[in-house]
């Protein structure tokens, strides 16, 4: 499988380790990470996972400040293969279900979207209000996949990163980011 270009964003939602996890299991597969935290998931990702975002800025090729729509992500003409955004908010999904591209983020979305390349919503909320539901909606007839952070445990995980790497094989599976096995990535 050929290296392809992935962007990972992080939001405020709880879940950050699900971005960290992606962008490990993505560069262990040999692919170039890009990557924009909001300051909200700058502060979430400090509190959950004791990581600042100069610290896994170290583990990606490039990364972008949230409120620069002048960067390449934030045209079409940028060379993007995908795109993650784990985990995703509630306030992201909105934006990006009503085109309201007030940041690098949901303006990434936005070109992923009209240039049909793969996006992935890793949201983050329970329980779910209607206005999440139809959000979703939104977001998937306009061709995003959401991906609720529902790991499964068929694999019989011991570890918390087991219980999540099981997911994020799954979302990379889809984007085809990693080729699909029967076998679970390893703890």
Known sequence: MSAKRILVCLTGASGAIYGVRTINMLKDLGHEVHLIIS???KK????EVGMTSEDLAMKVDVTYDEDDLAA?????SFHLDSMIIAPCSMKTLAGIANGYADNLISRAADC???EKKPLVLLVRETPMNLIHIKNMEVVTAAGATVFPASPAFWHKPT???GLIDGLIDRVLTHLHARERTNVTWKE
């Open 72 to 76: 390449g992500p934030a045209s079409g």
């Open 39 to 41: 300051k909200w998931g």
């Open 112 to 114: 992923s979207l009209k």
């Open 159 to 161: 570890t918390i990163e």
């Open 44 to 47: 979430t990702l400090e509190h």
